[in-house]
């Protein structure tokens, strides 16, 4: 099974910016690749698509906010996020657009002044 690894994750102030990255154990250089967030008593949401050619497509909540991008060399996704709101508080994952992976830990994003 793979797992991925998220990091990045942090408690930073509203308007702040966090990068988080991801490193699956498989190389994802074939795979659509996506983040996926999940708040607190909700349902875990897709946030920002890239596929293999690096066309991107984000969830409306995030669009110009957030930026996806991939590194085949390093075999690692990230996910670059920008004027953060306290909405974006959730648990951040990353998986294929398909969910073909094992879900990871996630790594926890808290926006709070």
């Known amino acids: 099974q793979v797992q991925p690894v998220e990091s990045g994750g942090g408690l930073v102030q509203p308007g702040g910016s966090l990068r988080l990255s991801c490193a699956p154990s498989?190389?994802?250089?074939?795979?659509?690749m996506a983040w996926y967030r999940q708040a607190p008593g909700k349902q875990r949401e897709l946030v920002a698509i890239?596929?293999?050619?690096?066309?991107?497509d984000y969830a409306h909540s995030v669009n110009g906010r957030f930026t996806i991008s991939r590194d085949n060399a390093k075999n690692t996704l990230y996910l670059q996020m920008n004027s953060l709101k306290p909405e974006d508080t959730a648990v951040y994952y990353c998986?294929?657009?398909?969910?073909?992976?094992?879900w990871g830990q996630g790594t926890q994003v808290s926006v709070s002044s």
């Open positions: 890239i596929n293999v050619s690096g066309r991107t």
């Open positions: 498989r190389t994802i250089a074939s795979y659509d």
């Open positions: 998986n294929t657009a398909t969910s073909l992976f094992q």
